[in-house]
């Protein structure tokens, strides 16, 4: 499982500009690589922010590396405040450097 921290963007600018996740080492059904991303909920789950599983995403992590990314799901977690977003990735995982 490979961790990392960035911002959550959509095709209107920056949702969540601190996010944590993990990336997991198997791939999903489809055959995308997959992982969670934890935010602070804040109006996510409350009414205020909805996500649309079928919007557009962007996970920006530094090193000029943007990943688009398809949720499949957005819940609560065990934490209080925190809600996890799932995702498939849309395209190619880039290493740490920035490259393929």
């Given amino acids: 499982m490979e961790r990392f ?8 600018g920056v949702l969540f500009e601190r996010v944590v996740g993990t990336l997991t080492d198997a791939a999903s059904r489809s055959g ?3 992982g969670r991303v934890d935010v602070h909920q804040g109006g996510i789950l409350g009414g205020g922010l909805t996500l649309p599983l079928d919007g557009s995403y962007h996970l920006e992590l530094g090193n000029e ?14 934490s209080a405040g925190i809600a996890v977003l799932e995702f498939e990735c849309e395209g190619e995982w880039p290493d740490q450097t920035g490259g393929d």
């Avoid at 921290?5 to 209107?12: E, I, T, W």
């Avoid at 590396?65 to 398809?70: F, Q, S, W, Y």
Wanted: glycine fraction near 8%.
């Fill in 5 to 12: 921290a960035g911002r959550l963007r959509d095709g209107n």
């Fill in 65 to 78: 590396r943007v990943i688009p990314i398809r949720l499949t799901t957005v819940h609560a977690s065990n």
């Fill in 32 to 34: 995308r690589r997959c």
